[in-house]
C-alpha cells in the first residue's frame, strides 16, 4: 500500500482522447474477459511506453458504440517528466494504439487534479440522419430515421428537461449512483446541416443511458404526436416504464468536458 508521501512522488499526466466506439464494449472493462474496451486499449499502450502497470481513471463511461472527441483521462507513473524538455506524449503513445483511438493532447497535472471527481459539466451531442435512405458511410456514426422529424415539436419538449430536476425516469439499469439529481443547463435541436438532426445537451452529471433515453423519449414524443409536456410528466413519473426506448449508440458523443479554472490553469502541457 502507497504511503501519502510515495503517492506525491508518483508523475500525474492528464490528457484528451478522441475515439470511434464501434467494436469496443465500451470505455470500461466488461465480461466477459473476450470483450475489448477503450481504456483497455489505452492501459496497454501506456504500460508499453511507460514500462509499468498502468491504470487509467477517466471522465466517465462510454457505452458500446458510443463515440467520444474529447474524453479526459488522467493517469499515475513513477517516471519524472520534466516539462522543459520536449517529449510527444500523444505521439509516443498514437503510434502504438489503433487509428480508431487518438490521443489529442497531454498535461502534466497537479496532483489534486482528478479525471472523474474535478469534472464540473460535460457536453454530449446525438446525430440523427433524417432522409428516406441510409448511409452506407455514416450507419456507425449517426441514427437514422425515415420519416420526418419535427424540430419545432423537438424544441419544445426540450425545454423541460432544463434545471436541477430528478431524471430517474431517464436512468437505465446498470451502474449505482447516490441520487438521481442531476442539473441540465442546455438541451437544443438543431440541423447541423440538411438531412442531419443534432441535439446538444449540457449537463453537471449524467445517469447511465440518460442521453440516449432522452433522445428515444423525445422521437417518440414527436412520432406520435403527443404535446410537449408529456416531457415534464414523464420526469415528474420517476419511472423509466414511462420513458421511451434508449436511441441507438452509434448516434451519441462525448463532445466535452469541463473542470475548474485554476486546475486547468495549473496542468502543463506537454
Same mark, same amino acid.
Given at each position: 500500500?502507497?504511503?501519502?508521501?510515495?503517492?506525491?512522488?508518483?508523475?500525474?499526466?492528464?490528457?484528451?482522447?478522441?475515439?470511434?466506439?464501434?467494436?469496443?464494449?465500451?470505455?470500461?472493462?466488461?465480461?466477459?474477459?473476450?470483450?475489448?474496451?477503450?481504456?483497455?486499449?489505452?492501459?496497454?499502450?501506456?504500460?508499453?511506453?511507460?514500462?509499468?502497470?498502468?491504470? @487509467?481513471? %477517466? #471522465?466517465? /463511461?462510454?457505452?458500446? !458504440?458510443?463515440?467520444?472527441?474529447?474524453?479526459?483521462?488522467?493517469?499515475? $507513473? *513513477?517516471?519524472?517528466?520534466?516539462?522543459?524538455?520536449?517529449?510527444?506524449?500523444?505521439?509516443?503513445?498514437?503510434?502504438?494504439?489503433?487509428?480508431?483511438?487518438?490521443?489529442?493532447?497531454?498535461?502534466?497535472?497537479?496532483?489534486?487534479?482528478?479525471?472523474?471527481?474535478?469534472?464540473?459539466?460535460?457536453?454530449?451531442?446525438?446525430?440523427?440522419?433524417?432522409?428516406?435512405?441510409?448511409?452506407?458511410?455514416?450507419?456507425?456514426?449517426?441514427?437514422?430515421?425515415?420519416?420526418?422529424?419535427?424540430?419545432?415539436? @423537438?424544441? %419544445? #419538449?426540450? /425545454?423541460?428537461?432544463? !434545471?436541477?430536476?430528478?431524471?430517474?425516469?431517464?436512468?437505465?439499469?446498470? $451502474? *449505482?449512483?447516490?441520487?438521481?439529481?442531476?442539473?441540465?443547463?442546455?438541451?437544443?435541436?438543431?440541423?447541423?446541416?440538411?438531412?442531419?438532426?443534432?441535439?446538444?445537451?449540457?449537463?453537471?452529471?449524467?445517469?447511465?443511458?440518460?442521453?440516449?433515453?432522452?433522445?428515444?423519449?423525445?422521437?417518440?414524443?414527436?412520432?406520435?404526436?403527443?404535446?410537449?409536456?408529456?416531457?415534464?410528466?414523464?420526469?415528474?413519473?420517476?419511472?423509466?416504464?414511462?420513458?421511451?426506448?434508449?436511441?441507438?449508440?452509434?448516434? @451519441?458523443?462525448?463532445?466535452?468536458?469541463?473542470?475548474?479554472?485554476?486546475?486547468?490553469?495549473?496542468?502543463?502541457?506537454?
Amino acid at each position: 500500500m502507497k504511503t501519502e508521501e510515495s503517492k506525491q512522488d508518483l508523475t500525474k499526466i492528464r490528457f484528451t482522447v478522441s475515439y470511434d466506439g464501434t467494436g469496443y464494449c465500451g470505455w470500461q472493462k466488461q465480461k466477459p474477459e473476450d470483450q475489448v474496451s477503450v481504456a483497455q486499449v489505452i492501459e496497454k499502450s501506456l504500460s508499453k511506453v511507460f514500462d509499468e502497470k498502468i491504470s @487509467l481513471f %477517466a #471522465s466517465g /463511461r462510454t457505452d458500446a !458504440g458510443v463515440h467520444a472527441l474529447n474524453q479526459v483521462c488522467h493517469f499515475t $507513473t *513513477q517516471r519524472k517528466i520534466d516539462p522543459k524538455k520536449k517529449w510527444d506524449f500523444c505521439w509516443a503513445l498514437n503510434t502504438n494504439l489503433p487509428s480508431g483511438i487518438v490521443i489529442k493532447k497531454a498535461w502534466l497535472a497537479p496532483p489534486d487534479f482528478h479525471a472523474t471527481l474535478s469534472a464540473t459539466h460535460k457536453t454530449y451531442r446525438y446525430l440523427i440522419l433524417n432522409r428516406q435512405r441510409p448511409s452506407a458511410h455514416l450507419n456507425r456514426y449517426a441514427d437514422w430515421a425515415r420519416l420526418p422529424i419535427d424540430l419545432e415539436h @423537438l424544441q %419544445a #419538449s426540450s /425545454r423541460f428537461l432544463l !434545471g436541477n430536476q430528478d431524471f430517474k425516469s431517464f436512468q437505465s439499469v446498470g $451502474t *449505482q449512483v447516490k441520487d438521481t439529481l442531476r442539473e441540465i443547463y442546455q438541451a437544443q435541436w438543431c440541423w447541423r446541416r440538411p438531412g442531419v438532426l443534432q441535439f446538444t445537451v449540457t449537463g453537471s452529471g449524467f445517469l447511465k443511458q440518460m442521453v440516449r433515453n432522452i433522445v428515444g423519449t423525445s422521437l417518440l414524443l414527436e412520432r406520435k404526436n403527443q404535446a410537449p409536456d408529456e416531457m415534464k410528466k414523464i420526469i415528474l413519473a420517476q419511472d423509466r416504464m414511462k420513458a421511451g426506448p434508449p436511441a441507438p449508440a452509434q448516434g @451519441l458523443y462525448l463532445m466535452k468536458v469541463y473542470y475548474p479554472e485554476d486546475l486547468d490553469n495549473r496542468c502543463l502541457e506537454l
